[in-house]
């Protein structure tokens, strides 16, 4: 069984960084995207930025643009965010997602992590 583990989270002040890192293990394979999403209290979970595995084009949220950067290693099968000039409503759970698409069924496969929180308050 595949699993993806998050680490990086934490308290920080208004205008600091953070980097998360999320690594997938066991039986995780043929990965087409990895991403982060993130949830704050009271609202629904959205879509903070992705990579995908071939040709690593990113797509991000209007809300983080210019602030957060995704990458990835994918010989390790990890992803990465590096978040700067964190803002209070950056406050949110952040849970590591990865699609994998199976090379010979075209069978897709959603993973999640358990979350990470990150809140920013001074």
């Known amino acids: 069984q595949g699993q993806l583990v998050e680490s990086g989270g934490g308290l920080v002040q208004p205008g600091g960084s953070l980097r998360l890192s999320c690594a997938a293990s066991?039986?995780?394979?043929?990965?087409?995207?990895m991403g982060w999403y993130r949830q704050a209290p009271g609202k629904e979970r959205e879509l903070v930025a992705v990579?995908?595995?071939?040709?690593?084009?990113?797509n991000y949220a209007d809300s983080v643009k210019g602030r957060f950067t995704i990458s990835r290693d994918n010989a390790k099968n990890t992803v990465y965010l590096q978040m700067n000039s964190l803002k209070p409503e950056d406050t949110a759970v952040y849970y590591c997602?990865?699609?994998?698409?199976?090379?010979?069924?075209?069978?897709?496969?959603?993973?999640w992590g358990k979350g990470t929180l990150v809140t920013v308050s001074s």
């Open positions: 990579v995908y595995t071939t040709g690593g084009a990113t």
């Open positions: 066991g039986s995780i394979f043929s990965i087409n995207r």
């Open positions: 997602y990865v699609r994998t698409i199976a090379t010979m069924t075209s069978l897709i496969e959603h993973y």
